[in-house]
């Protein structure tokens, strides 16, 4: 594993009781209504919560119109700018898998990829504009530029959870089941509960505590 | 205890917030009392965030017909005495050009700031443009914020330096910052609420002739105090390193990109990095003794070299020896990145790269051909999709008669509609800028022998294409105009406008329909259709293009994401379609072909309607030789 401080101990810590880290670079990237955008909040606020200092951005473009949709969450004391640096991403959280492989050049070896395994298809496709890649090509091709690959059917679980629509939750859940994200546990469950009615907030937690469950089974 | 919002009183609280909030905030911390804009990505956020709070702050906020009427406002507010900001988008400012330009020859009272957000890589915009020259061209001076927190700060400071100047500034904001986020340390929020008051001067405040000429050199001199005053402006700021042999001068958000390039080659503290927050005018003193402190410098800056050439044109003044490099090693095309500034300063230090860039372009080149193309699209059930069906068979019906080969043109417009330019629809052929299709039309139709057939959408329509809609009718031009009305600025996430009945802050105003004023613009062949009734409404374009005059058509038809909002809020049960695998051969796939509805999909060789995304405009319907889609959900 790369060491997550450059700098400082592994073992320090903020006010809040979080993990000081000198940068982590999280990447979430899907298709438009997927909920990407909300990942990166619940992260921004969670890291306010932790005392992390926290930059970041994102390109919508036309994306409401079903284009791709990228976010960027950057954690750490290092942390300058709104873009990963080319070869810095430490975990790339993708919802969509061929989104997901569009994304892979920002990655770093050691990087993590947390995978929705469930596809969706632009109508190129159908129109015989352009094909869509195999699932095992998607899997090789991230296999070769990151250290593990968590994947799962992130509608599945959501479903489960009460809710398809939470199925980004569920895909935070498993980022954080990975183990690196700086952020505490109990902080990102608290930006889900004050971002969601009480309803919903169940609902959330639930979708998440899967998703966390899922890519710790996947760990052992 | 009660959730931080961005209105909040609460000086010393951290906030995550997005760049336009941060923005906002800092607005809302000067005590500004006028906000108009009109919207446009990366900037709208801005005046939504504004909007959201301005009741319980007491801050009047409006979305205006389009940004020069959004200037004039808030210019008036400022006139007046009180705090007064405008916000626009790159193009935007092109639209405002005229007002801002005399704007500066009357100065501020109240501190009157204009936000421009530029867009370089043009991710949602019709072109990449410096809004810098603007300013330059208008004595406008202006601050550039180089991370969200800072474009918070800068906003305070620039109501505050407006004020002290009488002068009106620029805050130019770039997509990474508008659409950036960052934890913001949140400041006080001003209390001061002020009475407006025009004290009355017409010398200084009608310009004539006489009066720009009295008034330019006011200008020039307070423009000239101001180039005094930015040496020891916060925003600028100096870092000579001993013995260093670079200096990089670096403008907005690029000194970050910069920050973190010197740390990943291993250089902070080798290198002299002057941090510059007001390109114009640059603090002269500080670049002179950064470019004698070293032999080699770097400019860094989002788009043009506008920083760039004034440090030449400084260094050439002053006589000082240093080669300045800037876009001969920065591309002028698109944003900057870490990547690049490392590139740039490796260069120029003979430093090895932190990682092997030539392997990750390497990569993505193996990629590109694995990749779908995911174009932007009109959502399933778009009713643009609708009106651009109709519009393409009343065109191909009437253009048959001019002849074998005629083909009707179609100036488009910017929009969601504007997508539809794409296959399989392609229903524009020239896209310029907001309004203009109405404006092609109009040249079009004197000078081609084929129905020629402008759209625009409703807001562009109130936005810009009424004059040009006035024009077509005083000189006679033989043009159809179409407005794609689903009330609603949809593109750019559904802002009011006069055809929407209720404003900004939500309060019911006066609904305006395009069609009265097409009327009252005296042109005689107004129509309204419902594209979803396409029969109808293809026939009646079909009359509009044949009439000869110019001739209007409103095509109405609320937006999908909007109609689906509402049905949901109201319980309303949206009844899709489905394919009969029966009656359907799976390989015609017509509907595919016509339509590029993302609805419509294939399935282990099947033609199958995806229920998850259908929302029932029944469009396919129209093109299926084997009346195969049929309304509900299959027995
Ligand atoms: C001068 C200028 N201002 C703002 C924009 C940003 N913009 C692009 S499309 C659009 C509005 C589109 O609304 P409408 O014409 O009603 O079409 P819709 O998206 O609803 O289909 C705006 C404001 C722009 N491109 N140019």
């Not at chain 1, 979430?28 to 909300?38: E, F, T």
């Not at chain 2, 960052?182 to 009355?200: M, N």
Request: hydrophobic share 40%; net charge negative.
């Amino acid at each position: 594993m790369r060491p997550l401080c450059l700098h400082l101990p592994v073992s320090r810590h903020t006010k809040g009781g979080a993990r000081i880290v000198a940068e982590y670079n999280v990447l979430i990237a899907g298709v438009g209504g997927q909920g990407v955008i909300l990942i990166s909040e619940l992260l921004g606020n969670a890291a306010v919560r932790d005392g992390i200092n926290v930059r970041g951005s994102e390109v919508l473009g036309m994306a409401v119109r079903g284009g791709p949709v990228v976010s960027i969450i950057r954690l750490g004391s290092d942390v300058y700018g709104p873009l990963i640096p080319a070869g810095k991403g430490d975990i790339l959280i993708a919802l969509e898998p061929s989104e997901a492989l569009r994304n892979s050049t920002h990655l770093s070896p050691s990087s993590k990829v947390i995978l929705n395994t469930e596809t969706t298809v632009p109508f190129t496709v159908p129109l015989g504009e352009s094909t869509y890649p195999a699932m095992d090509e998607i899997i090789a091709r991230l296999n070769k530029v990151s250290s593990e690959i968590i994947s799962l059917n992130a509608r599945e679980i959501a479903v489960e959870a009460g809710s398809s629509l939470s199925a980004n939750i569920v895909m935070l859940g498993a980022a954080f089941g990975a183990g690196q994200l700086p952020i505490k546990l109990d902080t990102i469950k608290e930006a889900i509960q004050a971002h969601f009615p009480a309803k919903l907030a169940t609902i959330n937690i639930k979708a998440f505590d899967l998703g966390y469950q899922q890519s710790r089974v996947h760990h052992q | 205890m009660k959730e931080l919002t961005v209105g909040s009183d609460a000086p010393g609280e951290r906030l995550f917030l997005l760049g336009n909030e941060a923005i906002a905030r800092g607005a809302i911390e000067a005590g500004v009392q006028v906000a108009a804009a009109y919207p446009g990505t990366p900037s709208s956020e801005i005046m939504e965030t504004l909007a959201g709070v301005a009741q319980q702050l007491g801050i009047y906020v409006e979305w205006s017909t389009n940004e020069k009427v959004a200037f004039e406002v808030a210019f008036a507010a400022s006139l007046s005495g009180l705090r007064a900001l405008a916000s626009m988008k790159h193009v935007g400012l092109n639209v405002a050009h005229d007002a801002v330009m005399t704007a500066s020859y009357a100065g501020a009272r109240g501190g009157m700031v204009l936000l421009v957000a530029d867009d370089p890589w043009a991710w949602s915009s019709q072109s990449e443009q410096d809004s810098r020259y603007v300013a330059e061209q208008g004595y406008l001076p202006v601050l550039e914020p180089s991370s969200v927190a800072e474009a918070r700060d800068m906003m305070v400071d620039a109501f505050r330096l407006s004020e002290e100047f009488h002068h009106p500034f620029m805050v130019r904001s770039v997509t990474r910052i508008s659409h950036g986020r960052s934890d913001v340390t949140l400041g006080e929020i001003s209390k001061e609420r002020r009475q407006g008051h025009f004290a009355k001067d017409p010398a200084r405040m009608v310009f004539t002739p006489s009066g720009a000429r009295k008034n330019r050199p006011l200008m020039i001199d307070r423009f000239n105090q101001i180039k005094q005053a930015v040496d020891t402006f916060p925003g600028n700021h100096l870092e000579l390193k001993n013995g260093a042999r670079l200096g990089i001068i670096a403008c907005g958000l690029s000194y970050s990109y910069t920050r973190e390039a010197l740390k990943w080659l291993g250089l902070e503290g080798q290198v002299s990095l002057l941090k510059i927050g007001t390109p114009h005018p640059l603090p002269e003193r500080l670049v002179k003794e950064l470019l004698e402190a070293v032999p080699e410098v770097l400019v860094a800056e989002e788009l043009d070299p506008f920083v760039e050439l004034h440090v030449k044109a400084i260094a050439g003044g002053s006589n000082i020896r240093v080669n300045i490099h800037g876009k001969d090693l920065i591309p002028l095309v698109g944003e900057l990145s870490t990547r690049l500034l490392t590139e740039a300063i490796a260069r120029l230090t003979n430093s090895r790269l932190p990682i092997d860039f030539a392997a990750i372009d390497k990569l993505g080149a193996e990629l590109a051909p694995l990749l779908p193309a995911r174009p932007p699209t009109l959502c399933p059930g778009c009713p643009h999709r609708a009106s651009q069906y109709a519009l393409k068979m009343a065109g191909k019906r009437v253009a048959r008669e001019y002849g074998q080969d005629a083909e009707a043109v179609y100036p488009g417009d910017i929009g969601c509609y504007t997508l539809s330019y794409l296959p399989p629809i392609e229903s524009m052929d020239v896209v310029l800028c907001m309004g203009a299709s109405f404006g092609i039309a109009n040249g079009l139709a004197h000078v081609l022998d084929t129905p020629v057939i402008g759209q625009l959408g409703d807001s562009t329509f109130f936005h810009s294409g009424i004059p040009a809609l006035l024009n077509a009718v005083f000189n006679k031009a033989k043009v159809t105009m179409v407005i794609l009305d689903n009330t609603a600025t949809a593109m750019t996430g559904f802002q009011p406008h006069p055809g929407t009945g209720y404003t900004a802050t939500g309060e019911k105003t006066t609904m305006v329909k395009p069609e009265d004023i097409a009327r009252a613009c005296g042109v005689e062949f107004v129509e309204v259709v419902d594209p979803f009734d396409l029969k109808q409404a293809t026939d009646v374009m079909e009359r509009a293009i044949r009439f000869n005059g110019p001739s209007v058509v409103v095509s109405r038809r609320p937006c999908t994401i909007i109609d689906q909002r509402n049905k949901k809020k109201a319980g309303e049960e949206t009844i899709i379609y489905h394919i009969d695998q029966e009656r359907c051969d799976g390989k015609c796939e017509a509907c595919i072909k016509l339509l590029g509805c993302p609805a419509i999909t294939k399935d282990d060789g099947r033609t199958i309607i995806d229920d998850t995304l259908c929302t029932g405009c029944g469009l396919c319907v129209y093109t299926c030789p084997y009346h195969a889609i049929l309304k509900g959900v299959p027995e």
